[in-house]
Protein backbone atom coordinates (compact mmCIF):
# COMPACT_ATOMS: atom_id res chain seq x y z
CA UNK A 1 0.00 0.00 0.00
CA UNK A 2 2.56 2.51 0.44
CA UNK A 3 3.95 1.67 -2.74
CA UNK A 4 0.63 3.12 -4.32
CA UNK A 5 0.99 5.95 -2.19
CA UNK A 6 3.88 7.03 -3.42
CA UNK A 7 3.06 6.65 -6.94
CA UNK A 8 -0.03 8.00 -6.70
CA UNK A 9 1.04 11.33 -5.09
CA UNK A 10 3.29 12.39 -8.44
CA UNK A 11 0.06 11.82 -10.22
CA UNK A 12 -2.47 13.98 -7.72
CA UNK A 13 0.38 16.29 -7.94
CA UNK A 14 0.72 16.68 -11.70
CA UNK A 15 -3.38 17.09 -12.15
CA UNK A 16 -3.21 19.86 -9.44
CA UNK A 17 -0.89 21.37 -11.50
CA UNK A 18 -2.89 20.93 -14.32
CA UNK A 19 -5.86 21.83 -13.14
CA UNK A 20 -4.69 25.50 -12.35
CA UNK A 21 -3.08 25.83 -15.47
CA UNK A 22 -6.20 25.41 -17.32
CA UNK A 23 -8.07 27.89 -14.42
CA UNK A 24 -4.96 30.09 -15.49
CA UNK A 25 -5.86 30.33 -18.91
CA UNK A 26 -9.62 30.79 -18.89
CA UNK A 27 -8.73 33.41 -16.58
CA UNK A 28 -6.28 34.76 -19.41
CA UNK A 29 -8.79 34.16 -22.27
CA UNK A 30 -11.79 35.62 -20.56
CA UNK A 31 -9.95 38.78 -20.28
CA UNK A 32 -8.99 38.75 -23.55
CA UNK A 33 -12.54 38.56 -24.39
CA UNK A 34 -13.68 41.48 -22.30
CA UNK A 35 -10.83 43.60 -23.32
CA UNK A 36 -12.77 42.67 -27.31
CA UNK A 37 -15.97 43.47 -26.47
CA UNK A 38 -14.97 46.43 -25.02
CA UNK A 39 -12.44 47.75 -28.08
CA UNK A 40 -15.26 46.71 -29.91
CA UNK A 41 -18.26 49.02 -28.55
CA UNK A 42 -15.81 51.99 -28.42
CA UNK A 43 -14.96 51.55 -32.34
CA UNK A 44 -18.84 51.36 -33.22
CA UNK A 45 -19.45 54.55 -30.81
CA UNK A 46 -16.61 56.39 -32.17
CA UNK A 47 -17.60 55.29 -36.07
CA UNK A 48 -21.32 56.34 -35.34
CA UNK A 49 -20.59 59.46 -33.95
CA UNK A 50 -17.75 60.11 -37.36
CA UNK A 51 -20.86 59.08 -39.42
CA UNK A 52 -23.30 62.09 -37.53
CA UNK A 53 -20.45 64.68 -37.79
CA UNK A 54 -20.14 63.81 -41.52
CA UNK A 55 -23.86 63.77 -42.22
CA UNK A 56 -24.50 67.33 -40.24
CA UNK A 57 -21.11 68.68 -42.11
CA UNK A 58 -22.68 67.70 -45.56
CA UNK A 59 -26.41 69.17 -44.68
CA UNK A 60 -24.88 72.15 -42.73
CA UNK A 61 -24.48 73.67 -39.50
CA UNK A 62 -23.90 70.39 -36.98
CA UNK A 63 -24.57 72.91 -33.97
CA UNK A 64 -28.07 73.61 -34.73
CA UNK A 65 -29.86 70.40 -34.28
CA UNK A 66 -28.57 69.59 -30.85
CA UNK A 67 -29.57 72.92 -29.72
CA UNK A 68 -33.42 72.80 -31.56
CA UNK A 69 -33.47 69.46 -29.87
CA UNK A 70 -33.15 71.36 -26.49
CA UNK A 71 -35.58 73.99 -27.05
CA UNK A 72 -33.04 76.74 -27.27
CA UNK A 73 -33.41 79.34 -29.71
CA UNK A 74 -30.68 79.53 -32.87
CA UNK A 75 -30.07 83.35 -34.25
CA UNK A 76 -28.72 83.68 -37.95
CA UNK A 77 -25.18 84.55 -37.40
CA UNK A 78 -23.62 87.61 -38.58
CA UNK A 79 -21.13 87.98 -41.33
CA UNK A 80 -19.27 90.30 -39.84
CA UNK A 81 -18.54 88.45 -36.45
CA UNK A 82 -15.24 86.95 -36.13
CA UNK A 83 -16.51 82.91 -36.32
CA UNK A 84 -15.35 80.68 -32.99
CA UNK A 85 -14.88 77.06 -32.65
CA UNK A 86 -16.12 74.97 -30.56
CA UNK A 87 -14.51 71.93 -30.16
CA UNK A 88 -15.99 68.40 -28.42
CA UNK A 89 -13.55 66.15 -26.91
CA UNK A 90 -14.59 62.59 -25.69
CA UNK A 91 -12.75 60.50 -23.07
CA UNK A 92 -12.54 56.71 -23.29
CA UNK A 93 -15.05 55.07 -20.08
CA UNK A 94 -13.51 51.76 -18.80
CA UNK A 95 -16.13 49.27 -18.60
CA UNK A 96 -16.96 47.72 -14.96
CA UNK A 97 -17.91 44.36 -14.03
CA UNK A 98 -21.29 42.89 -13.23
CA UNK A 99 -24.30 45.06 -11.25
CA UNK A 100 -22.29 47.15 -10.08
CA UNK A 101 -21.47 48.74 -13.74
CA UNK A 102 -25.23 48.79 -14.06
CA UNK A 103 -25.78 50.92 -11.05
CA UNK A 104 -22.50 52.88 -11.95
CA UNK A 105 -24.04 53.62 -15.56
CA UNK A 106 -27.67 54.15 -14.43
CA UNK A 107 -26.38 56.81 -11.93
CA UNK A 108 -23.96 58.73 -13.94
CA UNK A 109 -26.25 59.03 -16.98
CA UNK A 110 -29.16 60.86 -14.04
CA UNK A 111 -26.53 62.70 -12.52
CA UNK A 112 -24.77 64.61 -16.00
CA UNK A 113 -29.20 64.59 -17.23
CA UNK A 114 -29.58 66.90 -13.90
CA UNK A 115 -26.33 69.15 -14.92
CA UNK A 116 -27.48 69.61 -17.84
CA UNK A 117 -30.75 70.55 -16.94
CA UNK A 118 -30.07 72.49 -14.10
CA UNK A 119 -27.20 74.65 -15.88
CA UNK A 120 -29.48 74.90 -19.22
CA UNK A 121 -32.45 76.65 -16.82
CA UNK A 122 -29.96 78.72 -15.30
CA UNK A 123 -28.55 80.44 -18.76
CA UNK A 124 -32.06 80.50 -20.12
CA UNK A 125 -33.01 82.37 -16.54
CA UNK A 126 -30.15 84.74 -16.45
CA UNK A 127 -29.45 85.47 -19.76
CA UNK A 128 -31.66 87.28 -21.67
CA UNK A 129 -29.63 87.77 -24.85
CA UNK A 130 -29.90 85.12 -27.87
CA UNK A 131 -27.65 82.32 -27.65
CA UNK A 132 -25.55 83.05 -31.44
CA UNK A 133 -23.36 79.92 -32.69
CA UNK A 134 -21.36 79.37 -35.45
CA UNK A 135 -22.69 78.70 -39.22
CA UNK A 136 -20.42 76.74 -41.08
CA UNK A 137 -21.94 78.04 -44.55
CA UNK A 138 -21.53 81.74 -43.46
CA UNK A 139 -18.01 81.31 -42.70
CA UNK A 140 -16.05 83.10 -45.04
CA UNK A 141 -13.38 81.89 -47.15
CA UNK A 142 -10.38 84.23 -45.48
CA UNK A 143 -10.91 82.82 -41.95
CA UNK A 144 -9.85 78.89 -43.21
CA UNK A 145 -6.88 80.43 -45.67
CA UNK A 146 -5.45 82.58 -42.43
CA UNK A 147 -5.24 79.25 -40.57
CA UNK A 148 -3.50 77.82 -43.11
CA UNK A 149 -1.01 80.77 -43.47
CA UNK A 150 -0.64 80.26 -39.41
CA UNK A 151 0.50 76.97 -39.58
CA UNK A 152 2.21 77.06 -42.15
CA UNK A 153 4.12 80.29 -41.14
CA UNK A 154 4.78 77.78 -37.10
CA UNK A 155 5.71 75.15 -39.36
CA UNK A 156 8.64 77.37 -41.66
CA UNK A 157 9.69 78.80 -38.21
CA UNK A 158 10.31 75.66 -36.94
CA UNK A 159 12.50 74.51 -40.08
CA UNK A 160 14.38 77.44 -39.71
CA UNK A 161 15.22 77.54 -35.82
CA UNK A 162 16.16 73.53 -36.55
CA UNK A 163 18.48 74.87 -39.12
CA UNK A 164 19.87 77.47 -36.92
CA UNK A 165 20.49 74.56 -33.90
CA UNK A 166 22.25 72.35 -36.81
CA UNK A 167 24.61 75.09 -38.07
CA UNK A 168 25.50 76.02 -34.60
CA UNK A 169 26.21 72.17 -33.66
CA UNK A 170 28.52 72.40 -36.90
CA UNK A 171 30.41 75.51 -36.00
CA UNK A 172 31.17 74.13 -32.52
CA UNK A 173 32.42 70.63 -34.02
CA UNK A 174 35.14 72.76 -36.53
CA UNK A 175 35.60 75.11 -33.28
CA UNK A 176 36.41 71.47 -31.60
CA UNK A 177 38.72 70.29 -34.43
CA UNK A 178 40.31 73.75 -34.86
CA UNK A 179 41.75 73.62 -31.34
CA UNK A 180 42.78 70.12 -31.54
CA UNK A 181 44.71 70.76 -34.42
CA UNK A 182 46.42 74.18 -32.72
CA UNK A 183 47.28 71.34 -29.62
CA UNK A 184 48.84 69.17 -32.21
CA UNK A 185 50.94 72.17 -34.02
CA UNK A 186 52.26 73.57 -30.32
CA UNK A 187 53.06 70.19 -29.28
CA UNK A 188 55.32 69.45 -32.67
CA UNK A 189 56.97 72.91 -32.15
CA UNK A 190 57.65 72.48 -28.59
CA UNK A 191 59.39 68.96 -29.55
CA UNK A 192 61.07 70.78 -32.32
CA UNK A 193 62.45 73.31 -29.61
CA UNK A 194 63.56 70.82 -27.30
CA UNK A 195 65.74 68.90 -30.18
CA UNK A 196 67.25 72.23 -31.22
CA UNK A 197 68.27 72.91 -27.03
CA UNK A 198 69.55 69.66 -26.22
CA UNK A 199 71.69 69.71 -29.88
CA UNK A 200 70.04 66.04 -30.69
CA UNK A 201 68.98 66.94 -34.09
CA UNK A 202 71.73 68.89 -36.63
CA UNK A 203 69.30 70.48 -38.75
CA UNK A 204 64.95 71.18 -38.42
CA UNK A 205 63.71 67.95 -39.71
CA UNK A 206 59.91 67.86 -38.69
CA UNK A 207 58.79 65.69 -35.99
CA UNK A 208 57.67 62.60 -36.98
CA UNK A 209 53.73 62.11 -36.31
CA UNK A 210 52.88 59.02 -34.41
CA UNK A 211 49.83 56.97 -35.65
CA UNK A 212 48.10 56.06 -32.94
CA UNK A 213 47.73 59.85 -31.36
CA UNK A 214 44.17 60.40 -33.67
CA UNK A 215 40.70 58.16 -33.84
CA UNK A 216 39.54 56.82 -36.35
CA UNK A 217 37.11 60.00 -36.11
CA UNK A 218 39.79 62.70 -36.77
CA UNK A 219 39.84 63.45 -32.85
CA UNK A 220 42.48 63.01 -30.11
CA UNK A 221 42.58 59.36 -28.67
CA UNK A 222 41.76 59.78 -25.11
CA UNK A 223 41.85 56.25 -24.50
CA UNK A 224 45.06 54.08 -23.93
CA UNK A 225 45.76 51.65 -26.50
CA UNK A 226 46.48 47.92 -25.70
CA UNK A 227 50.12 46.89 -26.67
CA UNK A 228 50.94 44.66 -29.57
CA UNK A 229 51.94 40.70 -29.08
CA UNK A 230 55.45 41.46 -28.76
CA UNK A 231 55.37 44.69 -26.07
CA UNK A 232 52.56 41.99 -24.39
CA UNK A 233 55.01 39.09 -24.48
CA UNK A 234 58.31 40.94 -23.41
CA UNK A 235 56.45 42.22 -20.25
CA UNK A 236 55.48 39.08 -19.98
CA UNK A 237 58.67 37.43 -19.82
CA UNK A 238 59.74 39.65 -16.95
CA UNK A 239 57.31 37.66 -14.78
CA UNK A 240 58.80 35.01 -12.33
CA UNK A 241 56.82 32.63 -13.39
CA UNK A 242 58.18 32.80 -16.77
CA UNK A 243 61.68 33.27 -16.06
CA UNK A 244 62.69 30.82 -13.21
CA UNK A 245 60.64 27.56 -14.46
CA UNK A 246 61.18 26.49 -10.90
CA UNK A 247 61.91 27.23 -7.35
CA UNK A 248 64.71 29.40 -7.64
CA UNK A 249 68.29 28.48 -6.51
CA UNK A 250 68.71 31.29 -3.98
CA UNK A 251 65.10 30.76 -2.11
CA UNK A 252 65.51 27.22 -1.97
CA UNK A 253 66.38 25.49 1.75
CA UNK A 254 69.79 23.93 1.74
CA UNK A 255 70.15 20.97 4.14
CA UNK A 256 72.90 20.90 6.84
CA UNK A 257 74.83 18.05 4.81
CA UNK A 258 75.11 20.45 1.40
CA UNK A 259 75.93 23.51 4.07
CA UNK A 260 78.68 21.03 5.26
CA UNK A 261 79.48 19.70 1.85
CA UNK A 262 80.33 23.08 0.23
CA UNK A 263 82.35 24.12 3.29
CA UNK A 264 84.29 21.08 3.04
CA UNK A 265 85.00 21.63 -0.95
CA UNK A 266 86.41 25.26 -0.17
CA UNK A 267 88.84 24.69 2.64
CA UNK A 268 92.47 23.59 1.12
CA UNK A 269 93.67 20.18 1.55
CA UNK A 270 96.91 20.78 4.16
Not at 164 to 181: G, I, L, P
Amino acid sequence: MRRGDWSSRPAEAQRREERRTEFRLAEGLQRLDQAKHYHLNTLTREQRRLSRDLASIKTGNSWKRGFHSLGLRASNHDAGRPAAYYKRTLLPIIPLVGKEADDHKSSSLQARVQEFISSGGKRTEHSSETLCLPDLKQQPVTFLTTTNTHTDREESKERDMEGHVEVVRDREKDSQKEKEWMLLREREKDNENGAEINGNRGSSSPVPFPPDMLAPDGHLRTVHTLPNFAQALVEARKARYIRHRGQPLCERELTIREIFAQDSRRTPAV
